[in-house]
């Protein structure tokens, strides 16, 4: 059975930092591409930034471009997302998701709520 | 604002069958795969409808998606009670290099 167990949210400044991992099991790691959604309060979902499975190629929104960078360990089974100068509107729950290619998304996990607030 | 456009609101009787759409434009639905999620409340999205009209594996088969040009539509025949939630489709966008999803369609069983 595939897991996706997303850690790292919490409140933080705006300017500040985070980083978010997503941890998985029940498939092989390193043939999937990862992504991540987010979905602010009242919201939908909005893609974030997707990495392909080899991690050498990755994808960004343009709204978080710059300021938030995307990687893979996968010895680890994880992925992160890097997130700098974070702003009010960045205040979201954050999903990690996977499929076979960056162009899919076949599974998700349940998210870790981020809060940027001064 | 979502930049596939879904109804907000969807609803039907126990055992009728209801549509939901999803419009989009050629570098989305038009030239890449849609995928619907069903969305209940504090859990995360699951996977409904890959590759247009692929049923994801344990979905009943009363649920089904076609595509055509830039719309997508899923439809759920013989609705029950527990159908009652959100449903939402995504592709892929060329011009974007990323996913674009609609915003969401809560299904109502009357």
């Known amino acids: 059975e595939v897991q996706l167990l997303e850690s790292g949210g919490g409140l933080v400044q705006p300017g500040g930092s985070l980083r978010l991992s997503c941890g998985a099991s029940g498939f092989t790691f390193s043939n999937y591409a990862m992504t991540w959604v987010r979905q602010a309060p009242g919201k939908g979902l909005e893609w974030v930034s997707a990495?392909?499975?080899?991690?050498?190629?990755?994808y960004y929104a343009e709204s978080v471009r710059g300021r938030f960078t995307i990687s893979r360990e996968n010895s680890k089974n994880t992925v992160y997302l890097q997130m700098n100068s974070l702003r009010d509107d960045d205040t979201a729950v954050y999903h990690c998701a996977t499929g076979p290619h960056v162009r899919a998304i076949d599974h998700w996990g349940q998210g870790t709520l981020v809060t940027v607030s001064s | 604002q979502s930049v596939l456009t879904q109804s907000p609101s969807a609803s039907g009787t126990p055992g009728q069958r209801v549509t939901i759409s999803c419009s989009g434009s050629?570098?989305?639905?038009?030239?890449?795969?849609v995928y619907w999620y069903q969305r209940l409340p504090g859990t995360a999205p699951k996977l409904l409808i890959y590759m247009n009209n692929h049923r994801a594996s344990g979905v009943p088969d009363r649920f089904s998606g076609s595509k055509s040009g830039t719309s997508a539509s899923l439809a759920i025949s013989g609705l029950r009670s527990e159908d009652e939630t959100d449903y939402c489709c995504a592709a892929w966008d060329d011009s974007l290099s990323g996913w674009v999803f609609g915003g969401g369609t809560k299904l109502t069983v009357l």
């Open positions: 050629n570098s989305n639905i038009g030239s890449n795969y």
């Open positions: 990495i392909s499975g080899r991690g050498d190629s990755t």
